[in-house]
């Protein structure tokens, strides 16, 4: 089993900035991807960014130099920078992974719950 635990969402005004912080634990190896998707009311759960076990990245275009995903492998932890926020941001933020290996040797994918950002004009 993988567990993921999000932390840092909030409500902050416009043009400010969060740090979102996701922790995996479990009987794992290895974790291959680990990301983020938002989650808005009345609309599909869309890709914010992610990140390899290399360091490669993918950002949405609506995010590109304004967030920054890095993950810490030792503490299996990813984080997710938002700077320069909008109100278009508002929405249910998750943690993703895939790819993850446990010491089984299953591999497998993880949710976490959710943490709510709330940006105010």
């Known amino acids: 089993q993988v567990q993921l635990v999000e932390s840092g969402g909030g409500l902050v005004q416009a043009g400010g900035s969060l740090r979102l912080s996701c922790a995996a634990s479990?009987?794992?190896?290895?974790?291959?991807?680990m990301g983020w998707y938002r989650q808005a009311p009345g609309k599909q759960r869309e890709l914010v960014a992610r990140i390899t076990i290399s360091g490669g990245t993918n950002y949405a275009d609506s995010v590109k130099g304004r967030f920054t995903i890095s993950r810490d492998n030792a503490k299996r932890t990813v984080y997710l920078q938002m700077n320069s926020l909008k109100p278009e941001d508002t929405a249910s933020y998750y943690c993703?992974?895939?790819?993850?290996?446990?010491?089984?040797?299953?591999?497998?994918?993880?949710w976490g719950q959710g943490t709510q950002v709330t940006v105010s004009s």
């Open positions: 993703n992974t895939e790819g993850v290996v446990t010491r089984s040797y299953d591999v497998t994918s993880a």
């Open positions: 479990g009987s794992i190896l290895s974790i291959n991807t």
